[in-house]
């Protein structure tokens, strides 16, 4: 494999470390303040408000954002091009919405399979700065893999459903499916910002689009439940932010080395194996982690051997 590849795999396993961390946090926050939405943005509010900071102080940055904004005045870069953050918000909306009637487990397993599913498309438009990805039955089998490794791992968990919305069950399993479809273009289209002006004025893009997208979704909750009554003091709580900066920015520049699938396997394959790490230190290791995490590796490597082939031949 090239080393740039090779590069990309690493950038993928270390977002989906990052996932990891980032969820049990907000997890924590939103348990605290009994409404994840808020947490959601809580989060993404202390992301943008560190990648503001960094737009003070860097003049590459905002160099950058310029770039941007003269690509897409000459049309190289689509005004769609820069709602990526509107599918992140619509993740976190989707897990409030669903997950108390669904359960963790099934919300997970919609999310991957629409993910990885979707991956395969977005590469074979060329949607992503890679350029186009023929769907090949490697890389078929490495969605397929991975999207067994997740019900694997999520088979050992207790997470059932605790509510009764009324709501028809497909609906609520295709509100997660569909967040997972998101996760893949604004992987690709924040790649293609990226690609113009760099991982961080992408990110600071996609941060600022979620935030409005999830401050319009709190209006509603707000109008149903009321603000939370406390928030909590432990630091480490508001720290969700800081790593989906560096998680956005990884998946900015990794996305256009890989392509769409092999970032969505990889990242998967990193929250699994920081989830068995985490549970490792709890003294919670279970064998069904183990081999989770030893298919969806499996499907890395069978999705990697697939080489990026152009759809029309190139002209001499």
């Given at each position: 494999?090239?080393?740039?590849?090779?590069?990309?795999?690493?950038?993928?396993?270390?977002?989906?470390?990052?996932?990891?961390?980032q969820?049990?946090?907000?997890?924590?926050?939103g348990?605290?303040?009994?409404?994840?939405?808020?947490?959601a943005?809580?989060?993404?509010g202390?992301?943008?408000?560190v990648?503001?900071c960094?737009?003070a102080?860097?003049?590459?940055?905002r160099s950058?954002?310029?770039?941007?904004?003269?690509?897409?005045?000459?049309?190289?870069?689509?005004?769609?091009?820069?709602?990526?953050?509107?599918?992140?918000?619509?993740?976190v909306?989707?897990?409030?919405?669903?997950?108390?009637?669904?359960?963790?487990?099934?919300?997970?397993?919609a999310?991957?399979a629409g993910q990885l599913?979707?991956?395969?498309?977005?590469d074979?438009?060329?949607?992503?700065?890679?350029?186009?990805?023929?769907?090949?039955?490697?890389?078929?089998?490495?969605?397929?893999?991975?999207i067994?490794?997740?019900?694997?791992?999520?088979?050992g968990?207790t997470?059932?459903?605790?509510?009764?919305?009324?709501?028809?069950d497909?609906?609520?399993?295709?509100?997660?499916?569909?967040?997972?479809?998101?996760?893949?273009?604004?992987?690709a289209?924040?790649g293609r910002?990226?690609?113009?002006?760099?991982?961080?004025?992408?990110t600071?893009?996609?941060?600022?689009?979620?935030?409005?997208a999830?401050?319009?979704?709190?209006?509603?909750?707000?109008?149903?439940?009321?603000?939370?009554?406390?928030?909590?003091?432990?630091p480490?709580?508001?720290?969700?932010?800081?790593i989906g900066?560096?998680?956005?920015?990884?998946?900015?520049?990794?996305v256009?080395?890989?392509?769409?699938l092999?970032?969505?396997?990889?990242?998967?394959?990193?929250q699994?194996?920081?989830a068995m790490?985490l549970?490792?230190?709890?003294?919670?290791?279970?064998?069904?982690?183990?081999?989770?995490?030893?298919i969806?590796?499996?499907a890395?490597?069978v999705?990697?051997?697939?080489?990026?082939?152009?759809?029309?031949?190139r002209?001499?």
């Amino acid at each position: 494999m090239h080393g740039r590849n090779g590069l990309g795999l690493v950038f993928g396993f270390c977002i989906g470390a990052g996932v990891a961390v980032q969820g049990r946090i907000n997890g924590a926050l939103g348990a605290e303040l009994g409404d994840g939405v808020a947490a959601a943005t809580i989060s993404f509010g202390t992301g943008l408000v560190v990648l503001l900071c960094a737009l003070a102080a860097s003049p590459a940055m905002r160099s950058g954002l310029r770039r941007v904004r003269s690509a897409v005045v000459a049309g190289r870069v689509r005004p769609w091009q820069l709602l990526g953050g509107l599918c992140g918000a619509f993740f976190v909306a989707s897990q409030g919405l669903t997950i108390a009637a669904i359960g963790v487990t099934a919300f997970t397993v919609a999310v991957v399979a629409g993910q990885l599913f979707s991956s395969l498309a977005v590469d074979r438009l060329g949607i992503a700065p890679n350029g186009r990805t023929r769907i090949t039955p490697l890389r078929l089998a490495g969605a397929v893999l991975g999207i067994a490794g997740v019900v694997l791992s999520a088979g050992g968990t207790t997470t059932a459903a605790t509510i009764d919305t009324g709501v028809s069950d497909f609906l609520l399993i295709a509100l997660p499916a569909l967040a997972g479809i998101g996760l893949a273009w604004q992987q690709a289209v924040n790649g293609r910002v990226g690609a113009v002006g760099g991982p961080f004025p992408a990110t600071l893009i996609n941060f600022l689009v979620g935030l409005l997208a999830l401050c319009l979704f709190d209006v509603y909750t707000m109008a149903t439940s009321g603000l939370p009554t406390e928030f909590p003091t432990d630091p480490w709580l508001y720290l969700g932010g800081v790593i989906g900066v560096g998680s956005i920015a990884l998946a900015a520049l990794a996305v256009g080395m890989i392509g769409v699938l092999l970032l969505g396997l990889t990242s998967v394959a990193g929250q699994l194996v920081a989830a068995m790490l985490l549970d490792a230190a709890a003294g919670r290791l279970s064998p069904t982690a183990v081999a989770s995490c030893a298919i969806v590796l499996a499907a890395v490597v069978v999705a990697s051997r697939t080489a990026r082939t152009a759809d029309y031949p190139r002209k001499t």
